[in-house]
C-alpha cells in the first residue's frame, strides 16, 4: 500500500497565524512521531503517539505546538500564532508497534516557512 | 542524558576508497541503534540496525558499547552512496522516544 503521506508539501504563513500539518501513517501501523529538521540541524524529536494516546510530549518547543491523533490514525501538528523561528521541515513516520527496534516509515514532510 | 553525536558534517571520499561515519551515543540503559540515509529527493529510510547484525549495500556498523559508538563503515565507497547518513538511538529509558544525530553529509567523487 501507500507510504506515509504528509500535507500540504509546502506551507508559507504570516508572522502569528496559526498552522495545522497533516500526517496520514501506513494504515495499520499503531506509533507516530512528529520531528522537526531544521536547516543544519539534525532531527529533533517533538511528538510520538502510541494509538491516540501521546506518552511522551516532551519535545514539544513551547506551548504554542500541540498534536493529536484521532482513530489511531491521521495526526495533525497544531503550531499557534507560529514564529520565523518555527520555518522547518516537519517529518512524520510511523512504526507497526512503537517498540525501540521497529524500523520508523518516514512521510515526505512539509516545509513551513514563516515570514 | 541521551545524546547522538556525528562529529563530521561532511565526508568526502574517492570513488572505491573505504568510509567510515562516526557516531557515538550517551544513553542510561541498553539503547537501540540505527543508521537512517536520506538520498537526494527521497524520503529519509532505514540503512541498518544493529540488532540486525546486517549488512546493507555493504555497510556495516558495530556497536562498541565500551567506546559507546556505532560507526557506519563500507571497505568500497560507490559514487550512489552520497548522500545524508543520520544515526539514531532507542530504548526503553527513552520510552522509546528516538533520538537521532545531526547527521554526516557523504559526497563520493568519481
Known amino acids: 500500500g501507500a507510504g506515509v503521506s504528509q500535507s500540504p508539501s509546502n506551507k508559507v504563513t504570516e508572522k502569528g497565524k496559526d498552522v495545522e500539518l497533516r500526517c496520514d501513517p501506513i494504515?495499520?501501523?499503531?506509533?507516530l512521531y512528529w520531528y522537526r529538521q531544521s536547516l543544519g540541524q539534525g532531527l529533533e524529536f517533538l511528538i510520538y503517539f502510541q494509538g491516540n494516546s501521546a506518552p511522551d510530549k516532551s519535545g514539544l518547543p513551547s506551548d504554542r505546538f500541540s498534536a493529536e491523533r484521532t482513530g489511531g490514525s491521521v495526526s495533525t501538528l497544531t503550531i499557534q500564532r507560529t514564529q520565523q523561528e518555527d520555518s522547518a521541515v516537519y517529518l512524520c513516520a510511523s512504526s507497526p508497534w512503537g517498540t525501540s527496534h521497529n524500523e520508523q516509515f518516514f512521510g515526505p514532510g512539509t516545509r513551513l516557512t514563516v515570514l | 542524558a541521551q545524546r547522538v553525536t556525528q562529529p563530521e558534517k561532511l565526508l568526502s571520499v574517492f570513488k572505491g576508497a573505504p568510509v567510515e561515519l562516526k557516531c557515538n551515543y550517551s544513553y542510561s540503559g541498553s539503547p537501540e541503534l540505527f543508521w537512517y540515509v536520506q538520498y537526494s529527493r527521497q524520503r529519509l529510510q532505514l540503512l541498518l540496525r544493529h540488532i540486525s547484525r546486517e549488512s546493507i549495500k555493504g555497510f556495516t556498523a558495530d556497536l562498541n558499547k565500551g567506546e559507546t559508538s556505532f560507526h557506519l563503515k563500507k571497505p568500497f565507497a560507490q559514487e550512489e552512496d552520497s548522500a545524508m547518513y543520520y544515526c539514531a538511538l532507542s530504548g526503553r529509558t527513552g520510552g522509546f522516544k528516538t533520538i537521532f544525530g545531526a547527521g554526516t553529509r557523504l559526497f563520493v567523487k568519481a
Open positions: 494504515s495499520g501501523h499503531t506509533a
